[in-house]
């Protein structure tokens, strides 16, 4: 079956980076695109952006332009999600998430909270 | 990219209808049938109830519907049950590979 496991909670100093992973199996890694979607404390599903594992290929939301990096180790399976400069309002579970079609999504990480605070 | 509009809050009686709007515009929610409805329970990963505006994925209940008009999607529960109380999301592509959240929506069973 489908699993996504991500790794553990992190705390975070503003202006620090994150590096959040997303290990896959249960399914042929590089034949479905992974996205990354984020929720703050109360707040709502926020969509941050999608890596092609088989290309590498990404897209990121514009709001996060400049400061998200997606990547990916097809060896391992693992898609990796960095982001950059962190502030407080960055406080939010990560998930990543894919689907039998690239534009929804079946199947979700467990979520990784990352608080940002000094 | 603009938040989808949804109500903040929809509320019904075991056994009604409600009916959840999702607005968006012409780049996103109007020009293309690749929307899809989330329902997450407090503490809980999102699960997927509709994709591409109206199929229904194995193992979801044939209360929910999905229909789209013009820029405004909409997800129907019909036979509403204490179960269906969550939050629901829809969730549009937006074109050039990206995609846009609805601002979500509170379901309460009276």
């Known amino acids: 079956q489908v699993q996504l496991v991500q790794s553990g909670a992190e705390v975070k100093m503003p202006g620090a980076s994150v590096k959040v992973s997303c290990k896959a199996s249960g399914y042929t890694f590089t034949s479905h695109y992974m996205h990354w979607v984020r929720q703050a404390p109360g707040q709502g599903l926020e969509w941050v952006g999608i890596?092609?594992?088989?290309?590498?290929?990404?897209s990121y939301a514009q709001k996060f332009q400049g400061r998200v990096t997606m990547t990916r180790d097809a060896s391992t399976s693992t898609v990796y999600m960095d982001l950059s400069s962190l502030r407080s309002e960055d406080t939010a579970v990560y998930y990543c998430?894919?689907?039998?079609?690239?534009?929804?999504?079946?199947?979700w990480g467990q979520g990784t909270l990352v608080t940002v605070s000094s | 990219q603009s938040a989808l509009t949804q109500p903040a809050s929809v509320s019904g009686s075991p056994g009604q209808s409600i009916t959840i709007s999702c607005t968006g515009t012409s780049s996103d929610v109007g020009s293309y049938n690749l929307v899809s409805w989330y329902q997450q329970h407090p503490g809980r990963v999102p699960k997927l109830m509709i994709y591409?505006?109206?199929q229904r994925p194995s193992g979801v209940s044939n209360r929910f519907s999905g229909s789209k008009s013009g820029n405004t999607a909409s997800l129907t529960i019909s036979g509403l049950q204490a179960e269906d109380e969550a939050d629901y999301y829809c969730?549009?592509?937006?074109?050039?590979?990206?995609?846009?959240f609805g601002t979500g929506t509170k379901v309460t069973v009276l």
């Open positions: 591409e505006g109206t």
């Open positions: 890596i092609n594992p088989s290309g590498s290929g990404t």
């Open positions: 969730c549009s592509y937006a074109g050039s590979s990206t995609y846009v």
């Open positions: 998430a894919m689907g039998e079609l690239d534009t929804s999504f079946d199947y």
